[in-house]
């Protein structure tokens, strides 16, 4: 059977990304009011909003209290946890040391890291965009000595990816898989992949996506676009162009995966699209966030003041 061409991105021709979708989707996302984004929820995907700034990065800081206090001896427990949003994680090693939480049984897993050509390895943590750096100097530096997680309990991807995937087999119950939604719709790197080989005519089927572990890939155009404004005040000839990224495989190993909205990262469009689509089911690798539909437990978090609006606006 002939699998018809679909559009090519209106981004970048050699990628799949959003815009090869058919565009009546992308108009219904649209036209979403923030009461219709509320009222996507259904059983496995829960919306909720935030009226503060300050509420939503405390809840998505709680998080990770709330992970890590489940952690005994016999059920190790930990998060998988981002590089965007960060202004949650000043705010976790202030809740550690307040209430005096013993870290000694819980873990943590960062979500990816920049991979240096060059080296063939992850980018040191003297790195300046090293998201290794980010979280030890915003969160884990900054806890108590006596209440500090193990080293031995960081589990940061590296190039050679074996020990970090063995660790998500290795007993570890990951309470929570926290992330946010960059422009192309991707949690952690799982960006859409290039327009090329097997996948020319067609983006990979949700099923080929959701074998994917662990991984060097290739960053679509948006992504390294997106890092220059977020991280390098544009300037993107600092931007890796391939990173490490937890994969589908190990997501799906997460008890509950969270999004995080603040409207700093994706635009109005992307968080109403993804959200859509997750709550009517429609799964689709060009828009790899929607693969989350199949997830059993998904949060998406709004920041109200981030959502904004898709209407035509000059400046």
């Not at 040191?124 to 806890?143: W, Y």
């Not at 155009?221 to 990224?245: D, E, H």
């Amino acid at each position: 059977m002939t699998v018809p061409t679909r559009k090519l991105s209106s981004i970048a021709p050699d990628w799949w990304d959003y815009t090869t979708l058919d565009d009546s989707l992308i108009q219904d996302a649209a036209a979403l009011t923030a009461e219709d984004v509320g009222q996507l929820s259904r059983p496995g995907f829960e919306v909720v909003f935030h009226d503060t700034l300050e509420d939503f990065y405390l809840a998505e800081a709680l998080e990770y209290i709330t992970a890590w206090r489940q952690a005994t001896p016999d059920n190790p427990v930990g998060i998988c946890g981002p590089i965007g949003p960060t202004e949650q994680l000043p705010l976790v090693a202030r809740l550690v040391n307040e209430l005096g939480i013993s870290l000694k049984n819980a873990h943590f897993w960062g979500m990816d890291e920049w991979y240096d050509e060059r080296t063939g390895r992850a980018v040191p943590v003297t790195h300046p965009l090293s998201f290794e750096k980010a979280d030890r100097e915003m969160c884990f530096d900054r806890i108590r000595p006596e209440l500090a997680i193990p080293e031995s309990n960081l589990h940061f991807p590296k190039a050679d990816t074996a020990a970090y995937r063995a660790t998500w087999g290795s007993g570890i119950r990951c309470a929570v898989m926290q992330g946010g939604q960059g422009d192309t719709k991707h949690w952690a790197f799982n960006d859409p992949v290039r327009r090329d080989g097997i996948w020319r005519d067609r983006p990979p089927t949700p099923q080929e996506y959701r074998t994917l572990a662990t991984r060097v890939v290739e960053l679509h155009p948006v992504t390294l676009m997106q890092n220059a404004r977020t991280s390098g005040g544009g300037n993107v000839t600092m931007v890796p162009t391939k990173a490490i990224t937890v994969g589908p495989v190990e997501t799906w190993l997460a008890e509950k995966v969270s999004i995080w909205h603040a409207g700093t990262h994706d635009n109005p469009l992307g968080q109403r699209l993804t959200a859509l689509m997750i709550s009517k089911g429609i799964t689709d690798a060009a828009v790899p966030m929607s693969l989350l539909a199949d997830h059993p437990n998904v949060q998406f978090h709004y920041f109200r003041g981030g959502l904004g609006r898709c209407a035509v606006e000059m400046h």
